[in-house]
């Protein structure tokens, strides 16, 4: 009863704050300078054409008949027509999120692997200079931005010693047989694994980018449930039977010490995908940051509005998980 309750709350929260997102969003882009019609139309549109589109795309009327409008339609899965491309927003932003979701997972995967290679390595080494040596490179990770770690490996990996691809997503002159465009699944399910690697290769540097300062952030915290875990009275037995080192890390403090990090991955990955809004316009990457990017300059307020909504949803839909899991794994939260 304990978990319905939370997650019925969770629930309600999640619905003021999108409702919230929604309104303030709505607000904010109209209320800045600029006229997005005007902007689309040729030099020559006379007062006449400016007019007609304003009050196709119902820019005539206030603000508040404004979003009445659109969040009637949104309840019924209509977000708007966009300005600029003319096509249904909803269909736009679900074309360029299967993009982002899957370098978002890519960098995620990266990150935990390094993370908690480096926790572990720290953990076994604590005391000596190799865990010296890896809190420097954690904090020199964190000391630098998303962003500079893509120009870097571009620089090393893209100009020095051109490795992998340094933009979009998939090189345009390969048959892309795909029914969808979870390019990187499909791939590996039509056993193409010729176009695998060179998604994989598109993908690498700025899944890396992404990945560097949350696997600083992984392997900080990690290693500090580790170190403390090391000191308890199961772990001290687990060495008295003669166990080695590595398996009272790797089996016997793990398990306990890992819960606060698992936490905190469901929460980073949130702010991970918001992160790919610059790194996909560095790389050239076709997704919806990418997009997002794009619809700001233009000033598309449909799309816009559609990218954030989709973004706001992404987050509260992956903090409720986090808390569900969260009290699920805890039996503390779980019994209480």
Same mark, same amino acid.
């Given at each position: ?5 939370? /997650? ?11 409702? %919230? ?37 119902? =820019?005539?009327?206030? @603000?508040?008949?404004?979003? /009445?409008?659109?969040?009637? %339609? ?15 927003? =909803? ?25 908690? #290679?480096?926790?572990? !390595? %720290? ?23 998303? #962003? ?8 090393? #990996?893209?100009? =020095? ?87 009272v890390i790797t ?6 010490? @890992? ?16 992160? !790919?809004?610059? @790194? ?13 990017i794009d619809a ?8 816009i509005q559609g @990218? ?29």
């Open positions: 009863m304990r978990l319905l309750r939370t /997650f019925l709350f969770r629930l309600l929260t999640t619905a003021i704050t999108l409702i %919230g997102v929604a309104v303030i969003v709505f607000v904010v882009i109209r209320v800045v300078p600029g006229n997005p019609i005007a902007m689309m139309l040729p030099p020559g549109a006379t007062d006449e054409d400016i007019a007609r589109l304003t009050s196709q795309y119902g =820019l005539d009327k206030s @603000i508040p008949e404004q979003f /009445f409008i659109w969040a009637s %339609g949104v309840l019924q899965g209509d977000f708007g027509t966009s300005i600029t491309a003319r096509q249904p927003v =909803l269909d736009l932003v679900l074309g360029r999120l299967p993009a982002t979701l899957e370098l978002s997972l890519m960098a995620l995967v990266i990150a935990v692997l390094i993370g908690g #290679f480096l926790a572990l !390595t %720290g953990t076994r080494a604590r005391g000596t200079k190799v865990e010296a040596g890896i809190d420097i490179a954690n904090g020199m990770a964190l000391s630098v931005p998303d #962003f500079l770690w893509g120009l870097i490996l571009i620089l090393l #990996f893209g100009v =020095l010693v051109p490795v992998f691809h340094i933009s979009g997503r998939v090189t345009p002159s390969l048959e892309l047989p795909f029914t969808t465009n979870f390019y990187l699944i499909e791939s590996v399910l039509r056993l193409r694994f010729d176009l695998w690697a060179d998604i994989v290769s598109h993908m690498f540097m700025p899944a890396l980018a992404l990945a560097i300062p949350l696997a600083a952030i992984i392997a900080q915290l990690l290693k500090q449930s580790l170190k403390e875990t090391m000191h308890l009275d199961y772990v001290t037995l687990a060495r008295t039977k003669g166990y080695g080192e590595t398996r089996r016997e403090a793990l398990p306990n010490a @890992i819960l606060p990090t698992l936490t905190l991955v469901g929460v980073q990955f949130t702010f991970l995908i918001g992160g !790919t809004v610059i @790194i996909e316009r560095l790389f050239s990457y076709e997704g919806l940051g990418n997009m997002a700001v300059i233009n000033r598309d307020l449909p799309l @990218i954030v909504i989709l973004f706001a949803v992404i987050f509260t839909a992956v903090n409720l998980l986090v808390d569900l899991s969260y009290a699920l794994l805890n039996p503390r939260l779980r019994h209480g």
